[in-house]
């Protein structure tokens, strides 16, 4: 299956990313509240895997829209949201409210606030926009208090293999694929990496892998937005999901 993302959109600088959210904000953000991807499977999981956050301080990294801000917030939590593209926090302020805590930042470059600040951080399909993670993961871990987690996804590195099977699945690399949102067509450019790679980048910044998930996508989703090879399967490799501790 050919993944898309969720919420998270720019985060990263224009030498390690090329995807301009900021050209194509309103339709991506569109797509993103009823697609299967992100409606029906990304976005619950993230949810469920982030666990009780009644009143946690929780940052979301690479918030795009909001629309995972949206849900946190409705489990009690105090979110704070940061994205690199205005025209994504723009959205988002619309959505969350003028009162929401919403900043453009970049995750490749340190983070405007302080150390141990956040109860719990959420980064849904941002990091694969990023050839470098040790930078950003050390950034996540420094605002994190003691014993705070990081939940995550990305892109399931067997799918690019799938996907490109005559490419090297062990190398770190750079591709890009065109999409559809709405009326309007849009280029997104990622990083693959292999399992160890993540696995490997995630203690190295000094977190403790406490979840790996492949999680089932949500039991309401409407039976017309499924891929109709599916058969009576409940779940697809398309993402994976992780909690790390700090």
């Excluded at 600040?117 to 994190?144: I, K, M, N």
């Amino acid at each position: 299956m050919r993944i898309s993302d969720e919420q998270g959109s720019a985060i990263g600088g224009s030498d390690t990313m090329k995807t301009d959210y900021d050209t194509f904000a309103g339709a991506y953000a569109r797509a993103n509240e009823s697609n299967l991807l992100n409606a029906y499977y990304a976005r619950p999981a993230m949810l469920a895997l982030a666990g009780d956050v009644q009143s946690r301080r929780i940052l979301d990294a690479g918030c795009g829209a909001g629309p995972l801000s949206e849900g946190l917030r409705e489990k009690g939590a105090t979110v704070t949201g940061i994205d690199s593209s205005p025209a994504m926090i723009e959205l988002a302020q619309r959505k969350l409210g003028a009162d929401a805590d919403l900043h453009v930042a970049d995750l490749s470059e340190p983070l405007p606030f302080d150390d141990d600040l956040f109860d719990g951080v959420v980064a849904s399909l941002v990091l694969h926009y990023l050839q470098d993670w040790h930078a950003p993961l050390t950034e996540l871990r420094r605002v994190l208090r003691p014993g705070g987690r990081l939940t995550l996804s990305v892109p399931h590195p067997s799918a690019y293999l799938v996907n490109y099977p005559t490419r090297d699945y062990f190398a770190v690399t750079q591709y890009s694929e065109t999409f559809t949102f709405g009326d309007e067509e849009a280029t997104l450019t990622y990083w693959h990496r292999p399992l160890h790679a993540m696995t490997d980048a995630f203690t190295e910044a000094g977190f403790r892998i406490s979840v790996v998930s492949e999680p089932p996508y949500a039991t309401n989703v409407p039976r017309e937005l499924l891929p109709p090879d599916l058969g009576d399967r409940s779940a697809f490799v398309c993402f994976l999901f992780f909690v790390l501790e700090a």
